[in-house]
């Protein structure tokens, strides 16, 4: 058996033969075609077979909550918390996985449909037994150190709003680098973000300032504070960013609740100097603002 192939050979072989006949160009497709060749091949070439196909482009969709009071006099943390899905198959997968997982703990203590199952209205054993079922999602997290917060954000509402809304969009950049370096997301195959965010008190205005913000970060890109540098955007075909704030209770909105678990998971190890438990956590990025 031949050890390597090169490019000329690679043009003369046929797509379907590689990864099933009439088989489009997926992310599946790609890693089917990367074992079909030894690893002498090189990354221009895989690359370059791909190129040749037109791109589908895939929507990410992320659910968030959060976790405690952002009030440094009363409280010594702060979170946020959510789950990242890639494309409108994941997220119709997960939500009937959520819906089944739910279905069970309802079946289990007598809860009626209307009953809202959340970190604050269910026992531990099935906050960690839901916790569990999101072990092969991906989700992300930060945790706020309250008192090593500068004063002068405590100084208006609208000052501690656009800190949240800063730290909030770091954690998913963040999240979203870590799975783009692990090549599960492909950067220029993202055009649509979806941010279904759990509705609280924050202002009509500090709604779209929010949308704002992370439109700058993932669509445009951004400056540093006196211009001599430029971020560029980490999805370079990103047509648009949408922000929902969702009422978790709704039954279309199961996901928004699947985040409170989440924010709550981070939030609980934390408060309780177990930190050292969420390193342990499969598919979680989260990191710590101050």
Known sequence: ME????????SFLSYNNIVGRDTLYTRATEL???RRFPSSVTGT???WFFLQRKILYE?????????????YIHNNFFVYGGIILIGEQEKTDWTRKYAHVESVIRKNHNYSNNYEIKATTINNTDKNKIFRSLNQCHKFGVIIDEQRVIKNIWSSKKDKQRYLDFVYKISVKRALQ???SEAVIIPNEIDRLYFYVDEHTTATNGRYELRESLEQEFKYGTYNLNYSSFFPPIFPDLKDVCVEFCDSSAPNRRLVRAADIVANKIYSSIVNGKEELLLKVKNLTYIRQS
Not at 3 to 10: L, S, W
Not at 59 to 71: A, P
Request: glycine share 4%.
């Open 3 to 10: 050890k390597c192939i090169n490019i000329d050979k690679i």
């Open 32 to 34: 089917t075609f990367k």
């Open 45 to 47: 070439t895989v690359w």
């Open 59 to 71: 929507h990410l969709y992320l659910f968030s909550d959060e976790s405690g009071v952002f009030d």
């Open 178 to 180: 870590d799975l783009i």
